[in-house]
Nanobody
């Protein structure tokens, strides 16, 4: 049973910060590439940030300098630190785990709302 469980979403004001967590089970965590994706109502699901099994990170242009992805292999957890949040960051955020192009798993999503 593979499970990715996101937490940490909520309502924050513009300029605020939030940290999302994704706890994984049922996979050999340290060999998986991990990522965060988001989907706003009526829009496509887009990549936000990824981190490879080796620790290499990649970010969408819209979040560079504001968001940081990290992983703790000992805890089977990936994080997304979100700073300087903007209303356009409002979306459901999904955790992703991928091994090569063979296995691909998704969490249930957590809502992030940025509003004053």
């Amino acid at each position: 049973q593979v499970q990715l469980v996101e937490s940490g979403g909520g309502l924050v004001q513009p300029g605020g910060s939030l940290r999302l967590s994704c706890a994984a089970s049922g996979i050999i965590f340290n060999i998986y590439d991990m990522g965060w994706y988001r989907q706003a109502p009526g829009k496509q699901r887009d990549m936000v940030a990824t981190i490879t099994s080796g620790g290499t990170t990649n970010y969408a242009d819209s979040v560079k300098g504001r968001f940081a992805i990290s992983r703790d292999n000992a805890k089977n957890t990936v994080f997304l630190q979100m700073n300087s949040l903007k209303p356009e960051d409002t979306a459901v955020y999904y955790c992703n785990a991928r091994y090569r192009k063979i296995f691909n798993y998704w969490g249930q999503g957590t809502q992030v709302t940025v509003s004053s």
